[in-house]
Every structure is written in C-alpha cells, then in structure tokens.
C-alpha cells in the first residue's frame, strides 16, 4: 500500500466512525461497537478484535491486560485434529 491509499483509508476511517486509528492492523470501536480490520494481516488479528467486542459485552470494566491477553490468546490459538 502507498502514501496516499494509507492516506485516504486513514481518513475514510475518520470520516466514517470519527475516530482516528492508532494501528494498522486493526481496532474494536466501544463507541461505535464496530470492528475495523486489516484483513490482510490474516485471521488471528480478527479473532482478537472479536474477542474484545465479546468480552466487552460481558464485563464492561474489564482491565486492558485481561482484554488484551485474551485477544492474544485466541489470536495465536489453533486446533489440532485427531485421527
């Protein structure tokens, strides 16, 4: 991605939820209860922002390191099959 797509997409964001995104990865809104994602940085980075969505609803007051260590936790998690 250039200058200017990151620019523009920097912007649209802005413009679209009034918030202004501290990463590129991706983020939850609290205040629009919305998810913004990168997905081009795979699916372990929206199983994290779907875990703060989720833990969010529950416990409201839930501290950061909680938040964010279960959203590390689900992002790097995997299944294994058995035969």
């Given at each position: 991605?250039?200058h200017v797509?990151?620019?523009?997409?920097?912007?649209?964001?802005?413009?679209?939820?009034?918030?202004h995104?501290?990463?590129?990865?991706?983020y939850?809104?609290?205040?629009?209860?919305?998810?913004?994602?990168?997905?081009?940085?795979?699916?372990?980075?929206?199983?994290?922002e779907?875990?703060?969505?989720?833990a969010?609803?529950?416990?409201?007051?839930?501290?950061?390191?909680?938040?964010?260590?279960?959203?590390?936790?689900?992002?790097?998690?995997?299944?294994?099959?058995?035969?």
């Amino acid at each position: 991605m250039d200058h200017v797509e990151r620019h523009v997409e920097r912007h649209s964001l802005e413009l679209l939820l009034g918030e202004h995104p501290t990463t590129p990865y991706g983020y939850y809104s609290r205040n629009k209860k919305a998810l913004v994602m990168n997905i081009g940085t795979g699916g372990g980075t929206l199983l994290h922002e779907m875990v703060h969505a989720m833990a969010e609803a529950d416990f409201e007051d839930i501290p950061s390191w909680l938040n964010e260590g279960l959203g590390s936790l689900y992002e790097a998690s995997f299944t294994i099959r058995v035969a």
